[in-house]
Each structure stands twice: as C-alpha cells, then as structure tokens.
Nanobody
Framework: QVQLVESGGGLVQPGGSLRLSCAPSRTIFSFHVMGWYRQVSGKEREMVARIISSTSITNYADSVKGRFTISRDNARNTVNLQMNSLKPEDTAVYYC?????????WGQGTQVTVSS
C-alpha cells in the first residue's frame, strides 16, 4: 500500500503560478510512473503530466504544454507540478498518481482555483 500526501493547492488569479507537491510513503524510485491528473465535477479525470521513472521522459496534456512542468525531487522524495500562466479553465481538483507493480495509487486531491 502507498499513501500519497499532496500540498500546494489554493486560489490564484489568472496568470499566476502555483506549485503542487506530492510526498509518497515509499521512495519515488520504487514507482514506474508518477503523474498529476485533474478532475472537474461532472467530468472525467484527465492526465495533466506524468514522468516515467526509468527514462525521465515526460508527457503533458496539450492544454498545459509550455505552462506546466513536472519534476521529481530525489532529495525530498517528492514529485512536483509547477504551474505557470494559470487560466480559469485550469480550475479543478488535482490528484497525484503513482504506478507500482501495475497498481495505481491516488492522493486525496488538492483544489486549485483560478479566479479574479
């Protein structure tokens, strides 16, 4: 079992920035894939960004390319999402996700609201 603790959500004005952080209960080196997803009420959860541990290859949703950056901090054992140039349509609950031995683990979610 893996627990994921997310932090960094909140309210920000359009054009602003936020940094989300996810701290798993196991070393990040034990996960095949780590990523961030988001969900708006009444819609399906969508992938925002993910990183493959063995290659450090990253993937992003088209809607966030050039604005969001996923990274991992080996020293702090966290996976982070830097979000810049935020737009109202980025408003959602953001979830940390890791994959270990074919099993998906999810955080509890953190609310990001972009509004003036």
């Amino acid at each position: 079992q893996v627990q994921l603790v997310e932090s960094g959500g909140g309210l920000v004005q359009p054009g602003g920035s936020l940094r989300l952080s996810c701290a798993p209960s196991r070393t990040i080196f034990s996960f095949h894939v780590m990523g961030w997803y988001r969900q708006v009420s009444g819609k399906e959860r969508e992938m925002v960004a993910r990183i493959i541990s063995s290659t450090s290859i990253t993937n992003y949703a088209d809607s966030v390319k050039g604005r969001f950056t996923i990274s991992r901090d080996n020293a702090r054992n966290t996976v982070n999402l830097q979000m810049n140039s935020l737009k109202p349509e980025d408003t959602a609950v953001y979830y940390c996700n890791v994959v270990s031995d074919g099993t998906d683990y999810w955080g509890q979610g953190t609310q990001v609201t972009v509004s003036s």
